[in-house]
């Protein structure tokens, strides 16, 4: 189970701020956010060396997409497309409601049930598929929510129960200045009983590897500070986004 919490405020500079935790196991082999990817130069973002997708990513109209678990569904299945290619599908369009609407298209059958967060400084939109069907959107209100494997803010889900009240408390970050601390903090947790932990310790191979900060600006490049490790033990350094220019 993965972590996504994104902040909307459409007044402010920086309307669209993203972090994330990713759970994953440990013996998986990925690279940290870069360029990988020659027939989408466009395209910055974490790759799962298994699969050659990503779970996190933005391109260089300022478009992150995020993709996560559905309860029950960790890891590939036989006959089935690796949900990393899921962001990079998305990340074909300059916005994120085109994306959303490229997703759905989709045969999601070819596909484990996923979550996918898609943002930009527009706003976000949650996508879902369960198993059968198309994709279905929901345009996510101003404001702060987070999303696990669960739908958005669901008091089903302990973590969010446990996290999303903290996150809406806590200060907000202050990207122009690189302030991010209460956030970082937060990201950074490990207590809690097993299954509520937004830092999950690692058990039995699996646990967070590594973290996210995303700030899209109303103007100007985007920011994405990457923690190459679990959030308390990795320090959060800005990714080069060379290739990106808003569009």
């Not at 298209?105 to 967060?117: H, I, S, T, Y």
């Not at 200045?177 to 310790?201: A, F, H, Q």
Request: glycine share 8%; hydrophobic share 40%; net charge positive.
């Amino acid at each position: 189970m993965c972590t996504v919490v994104v902040r909307i405020a459409p007044s402010e500079d920086f309307p669209l701020i993203l972090a994330a935790n990713r759970d994953e196991r440990t013996d998986r082999p990925w690279d940290p956010p870069d360029a990988w990817w020659p027939e989408q130069k466009d395209v910055i973002g974490g790759r799962d060396r298994s699969a050659g997708g990503t779970w996190m990513a933005i391109n260089a109209a300022g478009v992150v997409a995020c993709v996560l678990n559905r309860p029950g569904s960790l890891g590939p299945a036989p006959g089935k497309q690796s949900r990393g290619l899921l962001p990079r599908i998305a990340l074909t369009k300059p916005k994120a409601a085109a994306a959303a609407e490229a997703i759905a298209l989709l045969d999601a059958g070819n596909f484990r049930p996923f979550n996918l967060v898609l943002a930009d400084a527009r706003g976000a939109l949650f996508q879902r598929w369960e198993g059968s069907g198309s994709a279905a959107s929901v345009d996510l209100a101003p404001g702060t929510h987070m999303v696990t494997a669960h739908d958005p803010d669901d008091p089903g889900s302990p973590r969010i129960v446990r996290y999303l009240p903290r996150f809406r408390a806590a200060p907000p970050p202050r990207p122009e200045i690189g302030d991010w601390e209460e956030w970082k903090k937060i990201l950074m947790d490990k207590s809690g009983p097993p299954g509520s932990e937004i830092n999950v310790p690692e058990r039995a191979g699996f646990g967070t590897i590594c973290s996210s900060l995303v700030a899209i600006p109303r103007a100007g490049p985007p920011i994405w500070l990457f923690a190459a490790g679990p959030p308390d033990r990795a320090a959060f350094l800005p990714v080069a986004l060379p290739a990106l220019s808003r569009r």
